[in-house]
């Protein structure tokens, strides 16, 4: 046998074993993907997120169907202490999986690894002035999202904003709204969407509406959409999606335009949900 038959050879089984390790893992999943969603995990969904009992049934069918892919393919990490209890895995996928309901998607096909701290946790940033010196700062975090497949929650910020659907304010809509925005590999404020005409309106909407906050903070006034939007494009999407979900009639009625842009990407209407 000659270097180039033993070559082939070890190719050909390599490709085997390749194809073999594919086929199960295939397999694997589709008989995960099978299994009814467990009554303990609806049970959760009911207790710990009020608005899950809001959705129409087939919006409910479909979050079951994403949470399960999702605890399939994300692993989750406890830090300090944290206990990653099936509570814990099932809420954070539930409220990431709001954001793709009702549309095609990516389901979040770049992230790997959700690390959770018990409460705020301390970010390490290097900062560069005028004159090239690079210092570290350490800034409290209630959450951060990577483009390398990473999501940090702090569990106690997300318990608040499970309970307290109405305030504009959640930690897990902000951070995935982010991992949305990073899949076309910037985080610029503009997530994929979903033809071409749809960008320059986008662009349009946005960057009014980014620069009408920035100047109404600047004259010292109030605005709907929290302070924290006005620091760049990328923040002020993960805001007003926070802002979208949780509040959407008063965007709605202040926002048209800003909330028909949003509803046209999330394909929602989060008005319906809300209590009587």
């Not at 202490?81 to 099932?90: A, F, L, M, N, S």
């Not at 979040?108 to 090239?132: C, H, M």
Request: charged share 20%; with cysteine; glycine share 6%.
């Amino acid at each position: 046998m000659t270097n180039v038959d033993i070559f082939y050879l070890v190719l050909g089984l390599a490709l085997i074993a390749w194809a073999g390790r594919w086929a199960y893992r295939r397999h694997h999943y589709r008989s995960a993907m099978a299994q009814p969603f467990p009554d303990a995990w609806q049970q959760m969904l009911i207790t710990r997120l009020p608005v899950y009992e809001r959705l129409p049934a087939a919006l409910k069918q479909e979050l079951q169907a994403h949470i399960q892919h999702f605890l399939y393919t994300k692993q989750f990490v406890g830090c300090n202490g944290q206990d990653i209890t099936d509570e814990v895995r099932v809420v954070i996928a539930a409220e990431a999986c709001l954001l793709i309901l009702n549309r095609a998607s990516t389901r979040y096909k770049n992230l790997r690894w959700i690390y959770v701290y018990p409460s705020t946790f301390i970010a390490k940033r290097e900062q560069q002035d005028a004159y090239g010196v690079v210092s570290e700062s350490k800034t409290h975090m209630l959450g951060e999202s990577w483009s390398n497949g990473r999501v940090i929650l702090a569990w106690d910020s997300v318990e608040r904003g499970m309970y307290n659907f109405s305030d504009g304010r959640n930690v897990v809509l902000h951070e995935f709204a982010h991992q949305l925005d990073q899949e076309d590999g910037a985080a610029d404020g503009a997530p994929l969407l979903y033809t071409r005409d749809s960008y320059q309106i986008w662009a349009q909407v946005f960057s009014q509406e980014f620069t009408q906050l920035q100047a109404k903070l600047a004259r010292g006034g109030n605005s709907l959409i929290d302070s924290y939007g006005a620091t760049n494009p990328a923040e002020f999407f993960a805001v007003v999606t926070e802002l979208f979900y949780e509040r959407p009639a008063q965007m709605r009625k202040r926002h048209p335009e800003l909330f028909k842009a949003l509803q046209g990407y999330y394909r929602l209407d989060p008005e319906a949900w809300q209590k009587p």
